[in-house]
């Protein structure tokens, strides 16, 4: 291989890398996702008006507005706990499974 070649293969490689870890892994999203069922509704659709649904929520924005309530920009007495233990990763596992129903 000369070194164009590795040069290219090693670029589409961290692309590719990229791309999983932005995705998240939603199959782990789902695991943890039983802790949030309680209130956003094992299918993602909350049962009451102040809960908001999840299901199909776009993974970006979910990304941002968890990481949001887990550093106290955004604040709300019920969901501020729930994203306060959270790490990058289960955020977007999270953010990969109910963007995913
Ligand atoms: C005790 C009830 C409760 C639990 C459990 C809970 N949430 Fe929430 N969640 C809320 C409430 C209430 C809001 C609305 C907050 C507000 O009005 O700002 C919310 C808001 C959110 C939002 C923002 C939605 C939007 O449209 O801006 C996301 C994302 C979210 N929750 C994800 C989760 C995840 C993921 C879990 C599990 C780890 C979880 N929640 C567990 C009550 C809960």
């Not at 999983?20 to 695991?31: F, H, L, P, R, Y």
């Not at 604040?75 to 990763?89: F, G, H, I, R, V």
């Amino acid at each position: 291989m000369n070194i164009y070649t590795k040069l290219i293969t090693t670029s589409i490689l961290m692309c590719l890398a990229g791309i999983v870890s932005a995705a998240g892994d939603a199959a782990a999203g789902k695991e943890k996702a039983a802790l949030c069922a309680a209130c956003h509704g094992a299918d993602g659709i909350s049962p009451n008006d102040l809960w908001p649904n999840l299901k199909g929520q776009k993974f970006g924005y979910m990304v941002k507005q968890l990481k949001a309530l887990r550093d106290g920009s955004r604040t709300d007495p019920m969901m501020s706990p729930m994203a306060a233990p959270l790490t990058d990763e289960d955020i977007d596992n999270l953010a990969a499974y109910f963007s995913s129903m």
